[in-house]
């Protein structure tokens, strides 16, 4: 941070300033502290190397806060989850996805003159290129839909050059409003093409939810509505989605757009660490998990090898980085899930059955109790997803449909930052001191 920029950004957060001392090496430093509108006060350390020579060390960043931000806020403690200050269930419960994209965007809820101008933009975005069709003819059927989503957004930086200049705000605007538009497109180009079936153009008379089921399940030769209740379903997983502050896959982006990287080639790299088994990739891990255990009397086996240090195996879809009590998004998919099984007619599905039993029985266990593991929001979604009609790799690519919005605002906001400045963390060495090279010829 450079020594004038922390004034105008911080201003508020400096009202009453107050400071922790540290003394390193005999030598006492004052550390200001600084206090958010709500959540723990942060140490700032930025001229700590400068006045001591030394690093902080907090591999995986539990006890760091990489940025100041205004969008998202969670309280993994009260498992609380606000979107701009606005509770997640309350969204759920009333609004819609775009009205969500337009919040954690431009940070207030859209007037209802300005959300449909707002989905009108978005509606007239949801094309792309005819030739990004060629483009999906590259991969092998059997590809994992995540390595196709990887490779077709960064793409996108190569049809659309005229809004990849970062330094410009409408081009920042446009590349945002494609973005949205364009990844239900994809995302079902991906899944038509992964079962041979022909791509399913967007229509423009459907709702965003109501458009994605229809290019997913629509085919040339048949009627096809979408039901309303599956598609409010699936409206309400990407609120659920949509954002989560600063989670693995929105620090890469926020990494990867500091370098002044393209806002496509960010998202690509979000997209990309979202499919780890331990990020966005737990649903499709966490329903494989439920299938495997298959019925309830083999839960205990389970339980077993994932209290077992000595077994890597661990229960996918419970526990999480910062939620230590409920997750406030799960409670909502289970809910979700329940009413999607219902309208589908699978409320007896054996992987429901198994997530229920399983969830009790976890949070019964002492293990999962002192460790303060609960479901998260990966748990449910895959139940649902699959009673949606979507098959299992297709989950972490409707994970990274919704998440998209979440990147995005989050670039912008750090784009947009006047004090922004590449991302560049150190670390501790501990590999082989200086010393001199052999000749191959002298080497044992
Ligand atoms: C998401 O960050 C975000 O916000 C992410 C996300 C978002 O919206 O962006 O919320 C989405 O990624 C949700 C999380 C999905 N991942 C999974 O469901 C995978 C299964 N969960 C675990 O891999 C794990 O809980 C993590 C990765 C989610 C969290 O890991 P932590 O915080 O590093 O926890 P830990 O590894 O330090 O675990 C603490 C203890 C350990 O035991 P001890 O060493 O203390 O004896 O709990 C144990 C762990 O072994 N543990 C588990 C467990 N998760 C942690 N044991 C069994 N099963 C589990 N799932």
């Not at 806020?73 to 819609?96: C, H, K, M, T, V």
């Not at 180009?189 to 089921?213: E, T």
């Not at 048949?222 to 929105?250: C, G, R």
């Not at 839960?299 to 994932?306: F, H, L, T």
């Amino acid at each position: 941070m450079s020594a004038s920029g922390d004034s105008q950004r911080l201003a508020s957060a400096k009202d009453n300033q107050k400071s922790a001392r540290l003394a390193v090496g005999g030598k006492d430093i004052d550390l200001p502290i600084y206090q958010g509108s709500i959540g723990p006060d942060v140490i700032d350390i930025s001229h700590l190397y400068q006045e001591t020579g030394c690093f902080t060390f907090d591999p995986g960043y539990t006890s760091t806060a990489s940025c100041e931000s205004k969008i998202t806020y969670i309280d993994g403690e009260e498992g609380i989850l606000l979107y701009r200050g606005y509770p997640i269930d309350q969204l759920a419960e009333n609004g819609s996805f775009l009205e969500t994209c337009y919040l954690l965007l431009y940070g207030e809820l859209p007037a209802k003159s300005e959300l449909e101008d707002f989905e009108q933009r978005v509606t007239m975005h949801t094309m792309v290129h005819e030739q990004m069709n060629r483009f999906f003819t590259g991969f092998r059927r059997d590809a994992h839909p995540m390595a196709i989503m990887v490779g077709v957004m960064g793409a996108l930086s190569a049809f659309y050059h005229d809004s990849t200049d970062i330094t410009d705000p409408m081009q920042r605007e446009i590349a945002a409003i494609r973005m949205i538009a364009k990844l239900p497109t994809i995302a079902a180009m991906a899944y038509k093409y992964s079962i041979g079936q022909p791509f399913v153009y967007p229509r423009n008379d459907l709702d965003y939810a109501s458009n994605f089921l229809h290019m997913c399940f629509a085919v040339p030769c048949d009627k096809y509505e979408s039901d309303p209740v599956l598609a409010a379903a699936m409206d309400n997983i990407f609120i659920l989605h949509a954002d989560h502050e600063q989670n693995a896959s929105t620090s890469t982006v926020r990494l990867a757009g500091s370098s002044g990287a393209n806002p496509f080639a960010c998202i690509s790299a979000g997209i990309a660490c979202l499919w780890g088994p331990a990020h966005g990739g737990a649903n499709e891990a966490a329903l494989r998990m439920l299938e495997e255990i298959g019925t309830v009397d083999r839960i205990p086996e389970y339980v077993k090898r994932a209290k077992d240090k000595d077994d890597p195996f661990r229960l996918m879809g419970f526990g999480h980085r910062v939620y230590k009590n409920y997750d406030p998004r799960a409670k909502i998919m289970q809910q979700n899930c329940h009413e999607v099984l219902e309208a589908v007619g699978a409320d007896t599905d054996p992987a429901l059955l198994v997530a229920i039993e399983l969830e009790r029985i976890a949070l019964e266990d002492d293990y999962f109790v002192e460790r303060k593991l609960y479901p998260n929001i990966d748990f449910y979604s895959g139940i649902t997803l699959r009673a949606l009609g979507f098959p299992t790799s297709m989950f972490t690519v409707l994970f990274a449909l919704a998440r998209t919005v979440g990147w995005i605002a989050q670039w912008r906001e750090m784009i947009e930052d006047p004090d922004q400045r590449i991302g560049r963390p150190r670390q501790l060495y501990t590999g082989p001191k200086e010393r001199p090279y052999v000749p191959v010829t002298e080497r044992g």
